[in-house]
């Protein structure tokens, strides 16, 4: 198979631990794209915290695209153009919040390129660092969220967070929900995810679903490693996800997708003999 699109998720699977990009994984994705292959960054992160990235990887040379939001804005990387967006309502955010008061968790949304919410937390923190974004800390969540916003993330204790994935599943049926990491539960717009904006590009490239590889290691990777023709995990995959990709390779500190590229796209992985 000629595959004609690689779509990477950011944060535990292209990047280290550290949030680099080693050098073998700039390498071989350098190459790949010099073969004609679309490479796309698609991340939860807002699309200021992954341009940097992208145009280390030179995606912007090579006409490429940035899927952000989990999946609800893609944008050029050359000149920032958004060619879809697609958000929650004020009323479907406010209806989170008093969800989150109820279950007592932390809740943040983005406006303005801020991170907005009423409560300080070790896990606004982390994602601050991730994003680089300031944190507005308002007095009335409401009354500050009064136009609407790509997504929202619920922020809490990780065993106690996992087992409200459900819950919320249930309790909010016309919003698409998914764990990014185990302490972020995050809720769009219905039918946004990964998978679903990586069929817009496709069908917008004229490249089909079985010449996609999707590469990623969490919750909110598992549309898009079920949709593309090649689903690959890397291996800190989370473990209740291990048996649901076509592929493990590496894990993010050990170059993964550096493995994918050169097995399944520049065809020159170097096998271990194993003795």
Same mark, same amino acid.
């Given at each position: ?112 390129? &801020? =991170? +907005? ?11 601050? /660092?991730?994003? $680089? #974004? ?76 079985? &010449? =996609? +590889? ?11 490693? /079920?949709?593309? $023709? #090649? ?45």
């Amino acid at each position: 198979m000629q595959y004609k699109m690689l779509v990477l998720d950011m944060d535990d699977t292209l990047l280290t631990d550290d949030h680099k990009i080693s050098e073998l994984n700039k390498k071989v994705l350098l190459e790949a794209q010099a073969k004609g292959v679309y490479v796309v960054l698609a991340s939860g992160r807002p699309t200021s915290a992954m341009t940097a990235y992208a145009k280390e990887l030179e995606l912007d040379l090579n006409d490429s695209y940035i899927i952000s939001f989990n999946g609800a804005i893609i944008s050029t990387v050359k000149d920032d153009l958004v060619l879809f967006e697609q958000k929650l309502t004020v009323e479907q955010i406010h209806e989170l919040y008093d969800y989150s008061v109820k279950m007592k968790t932390h809740i943040i949304t983005y406006l303005d390129n &801020e =991170i +907005i919410s009423e409560t300080d937390s070790e896990y606004i923190e982390i994602e601050k /660092e991730i994003t $680089g #974004l300031a944190h507005l800390k308002v007095p009335s969540f409401k009354d500050a969220v009064s136009k609407p916003a790509v997504k929202c993330i619920l922020l809490a204790e990780p065993s106690y967070l996992k087992g409200l994935e459900q819950d919320l599943k249930l309790a909010m049926p016309h919003l698409s929900i998914a764990m990014s990491k185990p302490f972020f539960l995050e809720a769009a717009q219905n039918g946004i995810d990964k998978a679903a904006s990586i069929k817009i590009l496709a069908e917008k490239l004229n490249i089909h679903q079985s &010449e =996609i +590889i999707a590469v990623g290691n969490a919750g909110n990777d598992l549309t898009m490693i /079920e949709y593309a $023709g #090649l689903g690959v995990w890397v291996d800190n995959v989370i473990p209740e996800l291990r048996d649901r990709a076509n592929v493990i390779v590496a894990s993010n500190n050990d170059n993964g997708v550096a493995e994918v590229v050169q097995k399944y796209i520049l065809n020159n992985y170097v096998y271990e003999e194993i003795n």
